[in-house]
Structures are given as structure tokens and as C-alpha cells.
């Protein structure tokens, strides 16, 4: 008896079993047209979008048909020479506020990073005392400093003084207006500086340490190109909103765009014309800075999108 189960060369295989028939394999049609192809409806989305439609049509024809909007005393004073310092004092207050909030806010930022718990103790103190206060009331503040302090004086610590200044004189409406919005942003911006640089693998910071590139070095070609990408979006809308909020400063009587324009409709009496001129040159304003935020993050995205 062979000690295999395979068939001797000389016999033949057994014949398979009986079993139940089996159906027919099936074939792909020939043609692809065969297959009807159904889109799937969304009748509720085009509802929206003609509810959606009809309202905007509607609030656009109220805009143009409805004379209450004055738009021709819109048009007189939009480009009105008052209303264009305005423009130019409101883009001052926000250019000084954000170079000088910032300036102090990456200071405060790598305060809080450092190893030093004083350090950190007192970038967190400013941090939590400015983010607290209104900024109405630190724009009064810093506009009544005469009040409280009738000369700043410069020498030795609670020594002799070298020389002083009269703060009556220092501390104007326009230098008190600058310095409350700056040292408001910085608390804003120093958190947003910070969380960039958190951002940043921690990994990247040890190989360069190790190939002994120097500290400001790693922090100026290594650290602050990757923490661009997470500071630039929250840092454009802090700009946008210091723009905005330059609006507050008219409480000093600053001759800022809101300020302007509430003088001018207190005197003719046209009030929404005139806030329709304030609320367009906020418009094209902050559409500005939002293309340059656009071009800036692109430039700071080189080798991160393909």
C-alpha cells in the first residue's frame, strides 16, 4: 500500500461529488451606460439658499430704494478733509500702539519662558493686572498721570534725582492715548507670543543645542520662523481689533475717525449718513490689513504647505 494518498500514475482520479448546482458567475455589463446614476436631492440646502437669497436681495434693496440712509451726505463727507485726518490719526494710534504693544509683549512672552521664577512672577502679575483692568479706565488713567504724579524724576534709586520732567507737560492727550493702548496689547500679545513659541517641538531646540548653534541664533533662524505660523492669525485679529478700538480713545476728545464723526452729525444732525462714513473706512481698513495678514502668512509658510 503506498504511503501517499495521491492516485497511482495508472488510476484514474476519483470523480468529484454530486453536489447542489451552482449559479452562474455574474458578468460585469459591457456597457457603462447600462448604470443609471441617481444625484442625491437636498431639497432643505436650496431652501436655505433661496430663503438665504431673497433676504440678502431684500436688505440690498433697502440699502439702495430706502432715502433715510442719505447717501448722498454720505458721499459729501467721506472723503471730507476732517474726516481724512481722522482717518490718519486713527491709523497713527494703531500703528504706535501695535509696534510698541508688541515690542513689550515679546519681552513679557520670554519672561514668562524663563527659568527665573521673579521673572515669571512679574510678567504674569502685568499680564493679569492689564488683562483685567478696562482699557476705558487706563486710557483715563494715564491721561489724569499729572494728578497723581506732577513730575517723573531720573537718578539714583531713592537717592538724588539728576534730572526730571514736568508730566503736565510729558503726558498729553495723544501720548496718553498711545501709551494705554500699547501697554494694553502687550498683555495680549505676550500670550500670543508665548503660545508660538510652546508651539515649537522642544526636540528642534535640543539637536541645536547640541550641534552648538548659539541661543540667539536658535531663536531667530530655528524658534521664531515655526512660531510665526501660530502667532500671525491671532496677532492680525489683535491688530484689527486695536484698529477698531481706537474708537474708544474719543473719550480724551482725541480727533480720531469715530470722534470726527460724532462732532460733525452733532452739529447737522445727520447721524446715520455719518456712522455709515465711520463703518466703510473701517471696512476698507480692516480689508487692507487682512490681505497684508494674508501675503505675511504665506511667506512665513514656506516649506510647511506643498
Known amino acids: 500500500m503506498p504511503l501517499t494518498s495521491d492516485p497511482s500514475l495508472g488510476e484514474a482520479a476519483p470523480a468529484p461529488r454530486?453536489?447542489?448546482?451552482?449559479?452562474?458567475?455574474?458578468t460585469a455589463p459591457d456597457d457603462d451606460a447600462a448604470l443609471k446614476v441617481v444625484p442625491v436631492r437636498h431639497p432643505w440646502r436650496w431652501l436655505a439658499v433661496a430663503v438665504t437669497a431673497v433676504l440678502v436681495v431684500q436688505f440690498a434693496h433697502g440699502l439702495v430704494t430706502n432715502p433715510a440712509w442719505e447717501w448722498e451726505v454720505f458721499a459729501r463727507f467721506f472723503t471730507a478733509p476732517a474726516i481724512l485726518r481722522a482717518v490718519w490719526i486713527t491709523l497713527?494710534?494703531?500703528?504706535?500702539g501695535?509696534?510698541?504693544g508688541f515690542a513689550l509683549g515679546i519681552v513679557l512672552a520670554f519672561m514668562r519662558l524663563s527659568a527665573s521664577p521673579f521673572l515669571k512672577s512679574v510678567a504674569f502679575a502685568y499680564i493679569w493686572?492689564?488683562?483685567s483692568i478696562p482699557?476705558?479706565?487706563?486710557?483715563?488713567?494715564?491721561?489724569?498721570l499729572a494728578y497723581l504724579y506732577k513730575r517723573l524724576d531720573f537718578g539714583v534709586p531713592f537717592g538724588p534725582a539728576?534730572?526730571?520732567f514736568d508730566t503736565m507737560g510729558l503726558v498729553g492727550a495723544m501720548g496718553a492715548a498711545v501709551l494705554g493702548l500699547a501697554l494694553h496689547q502687550a498683555a495680549y500679545a505676550a500670550e500670543i507670543v508665548r503660545g508660538g513659541v510652546l508651539a515649537v517641538d522642544a526636540g528642534q531646540l535640543e539637536a541645536a543645542a547640541a550641534l552648538g548653534i548659539p541661543t540667539l541664533r536658535r531663536l531667530r533662524r530655528i524658534v521664531l520662523p515655526q512660531a510665526m505660523r501660530s502667532i500671525l492669525p491671532n496677532a492680525a485679529n489683535e491688530v484689527i481689533s486695536l484698529f477698531k478700538g481706537t474708537s474708544i480713545v474719543s473719550v480724551m476728545a482725541i480727533g480720531e475717525l469715530f470722534y470726527q464723526v460724532q462732532v460733525v452729525y452733532g452739529r447737522n444732525g445727520r447721524v446715520v449718513p455719518l456712522l455709515m462714513v465711520a463703518t466703510v473706512w473701517y471696512i476698507l481698513l480692516t480689508s487692507v490689513l487682512s490681505v497684508l495678514q494674508h501675503y505675511v502668512e504665506r511667506h512665513f509658510a514656506k516649506g510647511a504647505t506643498r
Open 162 to 164: 539728576f534730572f526730571s
Open 129 to 131: 493686572a492689564f488683562r
Open 98 to 100: 501695535t509696534a510698541l
Open 18 to 26: 454530486p453536489g447542489p448546482p451552482q449559479a452562474p458567475a455574474p
Open 135 to 144: 482699557l476705558i479706565v487706563q486710557l483715563l488713567f494715564w491721561f489724569n
Open 92 to 96: 497713527q494710534l494703531t500703528v504706535y
